[in-house]
């Protein structure tokens, strides 16, 4: 199959491995909309003007590009044909339907119990990721549990079946091809986790339950918007059971889709805190965001609230979390590289994380935008004093000053002052962290979330069923209309 490739940016960088690994695929060219390129080549192959597209010879033009709607409506402009115009998560699930990678734990339980099916995301060390793991994890008390993921980071699959959950490499999700529902018909119903595996939750409700599960920050929907140029085919989910992550994930869906997600199920975390924790050896306050590095996590609006605090205090001041080679994760690079008291520990496992948490003194959620946090949640399980952003989902469990402290985004000067106060007053803090504690108790428990997870898959099947009916209902009536 011949090919051109549209778009050469951060998000061509991501998928070339992918691109290259598929041995019956040439490339006649390349293109994209930055001029600077053309006349330079890729692995030998030009990268040409999109107005030259026509004269390259193809039989498909794949977009490599978030900006799928403008440049699919660019293409048709320029005089290619609709039908020879495709998205690369599009393409790449053609090519990868059928095939599937089971990782399976050495001991399988609950095998006579009702099937569940949780497909998800890519997994990778990051809170939905995490939330479908525990969602398993909750699940199996009352299921025999798949999890489903078109791909995913090697260590953390590894810690996931070794915490007895099966995980299943479908390439082609969030689409699927015959030999994928075939393979799901054996479920009882399904879990799809987050909004981007909406194509999932359109294909498997035509016969099996669906629990749509929102966690999306505002920001996510118009990326997944511009996948469809000629618009998302479905905008009614009256047939699948909607539940969102937090307040703040559920008025993001509904802005969208209007009134049609009521319910909220937050995630839980397993309990860590059982296990005696070893006294710190750190002497000094240790502030920890933890996540992705990204402009929206915020690591830099906390370095420089860590800046203004006088160097003489006892803190220290830690970025847990994937660096990726952008150039915002320089500039935090480079901003630490300049204060002595930051450390940068880079992404760590799951179990990496259990053995540094108990040196943690303060977890900070200082992010634009986040549906919850579960790191935040995470810091309540092992009773430490939680700092968050007020737009941010686990803000509505905080109580300012009772059981963790709200600031504003990019408001410096509070978020610092928030932190001179916990140093000053580092031995007054005990009840604070049992409040904190309390909270993970009542609300982020697994026994709590195991509960609600069941709860809702029960209404999934129930409401599914009666739709089905229904529906069953309507053409036989119109059957006997037209007899």
């Known amino acids: ?79 290619v044909e609709r039908n020879k115009i495709i998205s690369w998560p599009h393409f790449w699930a053609e090519r990868m339907k059928g095939q599937m990678e089971v990782f399976a734990p050495e001991v399988l339980t609950n095998e006579c119990r009702k099937k569940l099916l949780i497909i998800s995301n890519d997994l990778n060390y990051d809170g939905a990721s995490l939330a479908a793991i525990h969602a398993a994890e909750a699940a199996g008390r009352f299921y025999s549990v798949v999890l489903a993921v078109p791909a995913g980071n090697k260590k953390l699959i590894m810690e996931t079946t070794a915490a007895g959950i099966t995980v299943v490499v479908c390439a082609a999700l969030p689409w699927t091809g015959e030999a994928e529902r075939n393979w799901m018909e054996q479920f009882a119903a399904v879990l799809v986790n987050t909004y981007p595996m909406i194509e999932s939750v359109l294909e498997i409700r035509k016969f099996r ?51 049609q997600c009521s319910m909220i199920l937050p995630t839980g975390i397993p309990d860590k805190r059982k296990k005696k924790e070893k006294e710190s050896q750190n002497f000094r306050m240790v502030f920890a965001v933890i996540g992705v590095v990204y402009e929206q996590k915020g690591q830099d609006f906390f370095l420089e609230a860590a800046e203004k605090l006088d160097a003489g205090l006892e803190a220290e001041f830690w970025i847990i979390g994937r660096m990726d080679d952008t150039a915002f994760s320089g500039k935090i690079r480079e901003k630490a590289e300049r204060m002595r008291s930051v450390r940068l520990l880079g992404e760590l496992t799951r179990e990496e994380m259990d053995v540094i948490f108990p040196e943690i003194d303060v977890v900070v959620c200082a992010s634009q935008e986040e549906t919850l946090s579960i790191t935040v949640i995470e810091g309540m399980m092992w009773e430490k004093i939680p700092i968050a952003t007020d737009n941010t989902g686990i803000a509505d469990y905080i109580e300012n000053e009772k059981n963790g ?13 928030k932190m001179k106060w916990i140093v000053a007053h580092k031995d007054e803090l005990a009840k604070m962290r049992k409040a904190a504690r309390k909270t993970y108790e009542a609300n982020f428990s697994m026994g709590r979330f195991g509960e609600n997870l069941k709860w809702m898959l029960c209404e999934a099947e129930r409401e599914w069923a009666e739709q089905k009916e229904k529906n069953s209902g309507k053409k036989k009536t119109e059957k006997q209309r037209q007899e």
């Open 1 to 79: 199959m011949k090919l051109v490739v549209f778009g050469l940016g951060n998000y061509f960088q991501i998928q070339k491995s992918k691109l290259w690994s598929l041995p019956d695929v040439e490339i006649t060219a390349f293109t994209d909309n930055n001029c600077a390129l053309w006349g330079q080549t890729v692995e030998k192959v030009p990268i040409i003007s999109p107005a030259d597209i026509l004269s390259a010879g193809f039989d498909k033009v794949v977009i490599v590009s978030l900006y799928v709607s403008e440049i699919y409506k660019q293409l048709l402009e320029l005089g």
């Open 209 to 259: 339950p669906v629990l749509w599960w929102i966690h999306e920050s505002a920001g996510n929907y118009p990326i997944v918007e511009m996948q469809y140029p000629d618009g998302l085919p479905e905008r009614k989910f009256s047939d699948v059971h909607l539940c969102a992550v937090s307040g703040i994930a559920r008025r993001n869906f509904n802005i969208v889709y209007p009134g």
């Open 405 to 417: 402290f709200l600031v504003t985004y990019r408001d410096v000067d509070l978020l610092a002052e």
